[in-house]
């Protein structure tokens, strides 16, 4: 089973709209997952808009992915390194820490991530 950042169990990230690599609504990932789907997020506004402007449109349905488009609020399993982009440039969204998965902190602090935590 994944761990979190803090070594225990991975809580579900979001079941509506489905998430993660597997969609399974967890962060998961394992060797097939090359962009490392595994920071949970709380989707902003802002982080949408400027994704979309930076070439990753997440609001728009692509069904053969099984992917819904992303609305404001929605959480959602966030590659590590898109994540640490956003972070790096001002926008990054809010993070849920327990749902986010220990290979994260090969990419990103667990002090950066601590620093956007989300508060349940």
Known sequence: MNKNI???NLEVCGLEPLTGYFRNGCCDTDS??????TVCVIVTEEFLYNSKLNG?????PVPEWGFP???????WCLCATRWR???ENGYAPNVV???TNEKTLSIISAETLI??????
């Not at 488009?69 to 959480?75: E, R």
């Open 97 to 99: 820490l327990e749902a």
């Open 69 to 75: 488009g992303l609305k404001v609020g929605d959480k």
């Open 115 to 120: 620093k956007f935590s989300h508060t349940k």
């Open 56 to 60: 990753n449109d997440l609001t728009t």
């Open 32 to 37: 097939s997952d090359a962009g490392l789907h």
């Open 85 to 87: 982009h956003a972070q």
């Open 6 to 8: 803090f070594g225990e």
